[in-house]
Each structure stands twice: as structure tokens, then as C-alpha cells.
């Protein structure tokens, strides 16, 4: 541990927003995770869907209320604002809910585009420091140089660490996101052809 603590100490002051950087990550990821672990899956929309086919519309509004699902609190827009707006209801939905689910998606795009520029920059002042390093000692003490270039690196390869790190679980959690949107979508579209097909159903009943 005291060898690691001083890897990272060697790559200069640049290193300390690296490790925020890390900390702010971590903490998205682990908020990240708790939250779609949270999540109800389909078949509560399910549910909802076949309530809605029965013609129990009250019903299947409120178990979509109180359903922990993206999907079924979509349908319960849809269901609640089902005359005449239901598309536009679930469209609206769709969108708050989307939204919470790529919630600080953006702070882990930042650290993936900063913490390498980061890492550049303390390549370069250490770089900056072993020319001057060189500048004084000449080329009669080669160690030093090279000492310096080697601390140097260190920023450089802490900065891909901690963006590769963070591009995993963005990567995972925006695709996520993405293929909820289109079960809502496909959702909705089923919730739509039966609220089409209700007044129909009523006609020939009579």
C-alpha cells in the first residue's frame, strides 16, 4: 500500500484532482447501480397491460401508480390522460423518467474527457521539470533525467485509469437507459392500440 501511496505521490500536484475525479466516479456508479437495482421490470407494465385489455381502467391506473417500473409509471400517464391525450401523456412521462435514469450520466462524461487532459498536463510539467533538471545538471547525471521523465509519466497514466474506469460503467449505464426508452415506446404503443380499439369493443358489447 505505502509503495502504491507513493506511485501517486510521485506524479505531482495534478494528482490530487485525478483522485477527485476517481471519488466523484465511484460515488455516480455505486448511485448508479442502486438505482436501476431498484427499478420493477416489464412484467408490472405487463400487469397493467392486461387490466387495460379487461376494460379495468381505473384498476390499471393505479396499480402503474404504484408500480417502482419506468415502463408501468408511463402507462400510468397514458392512463390517467387517456381522453384524449394519452400519447402526448406518456411522450411527457417518457421523458422525466428517461431523464432520471441518465441522471449525472454527464458528471462521468466529464471525468472520462478531463481526467486524461489532466494526466497531460502533469506529464507535461514534470516534463518541464526534468528539462530543467537537465538544463542544470547537464548530461552527466542521466538518472535524474530519466527519474524525472518516469514521475512525469505517472500523471499521464493515472489520468487513462481513472477515464477508462469511468467509460465501463457510462458506456453500460447509457445503453441501459437507451433500451429502456424503447420498452416504453413499445409500451406505450401497446397501451395506445388498446385505448383505439376500446370504443369498438363497447360498440359491438351493445
Excluded at 505531482?12 to 438505482?35: K, Q
Excluded at 487513462?160 to 469511468?166: E, H, K, Q, S
Excluded at 449505464?173 to 409500451?187: D, G, K, N, P, T
Aim: hydrophobic share 55%; aromatic share 4%; proline share 4%.
Amino acid at each position: 500500500m505505502k509503495a502504491a501511496f507513493d506511485v501517486i505521490a510521485k506524479g505531482g500536484l495534478v494528482m490530487i484532482p485525478l483522485g477527485l475525479c476517481s471519488v466523484v466516479a465511484l460515488a455516480v456508479v455505486i448511485e448508479r447501480a442502486f438505482r436501476w437495482l431498484r427499478l420493477g421490470g416489464v412484467s408490472e407494465a405487463d400487469g397493467v397491460l392486461a387490466l387495460a385489455g379487461r376494460g379495468d381502467w381505473d384498476e390499471a391506473a393505479r396499480a402503474a401508480e404504484r408500480s417502482s417500473s419506468p415502463v408501468a409509471r408511463v402507462l400510468a400517464a397514458g392512463l390517467r390522460h387517456r381522453n384524449p391525450a394519452a400519447g402526448m401523456a406518456m411522450e411527457a412521462a417518457a421523458q422525466d423518467e428517461l431523464a432520471r435514469l441518465r441522471r449525472y450520466l454527464p458528471v462521468l462524461d466529464t471525468v472520462i474527457t478531463l481526467a486524461p487532459l489532466l494526466g497531460l498536463l502533469g506529464t507535461v510539467t514534470g516534463m518541464i521539470g526534468a528539462f530543467g533538471i537537465m538544463s542544470q545538471a547537464g548530461l552527466n547525471q542521466p538518472t535524474a533525467i530519466t527519474g524525472g521523465v518516469g514521475e512525469a509519466l505517472v500523471a499521464t497514466a493515472g489520468g487513462l485509469a481513472v477515464a477508462i474506469g469511468a467509460l465501463v460503467p457510462y458506456n453500460f449505464f447509457l445503453r441501459r437507459s437507451e433500451a429502456m426508452a424503447e420498452v416504453i415506446e413499445r409500451y406505450g404503443s401497446k397501451l395506445e392500440l388498446l385505448l383505439a380499439e376500446a370504443p369498438t369493443a363497447r360498440r359491438e358489447a351493445a
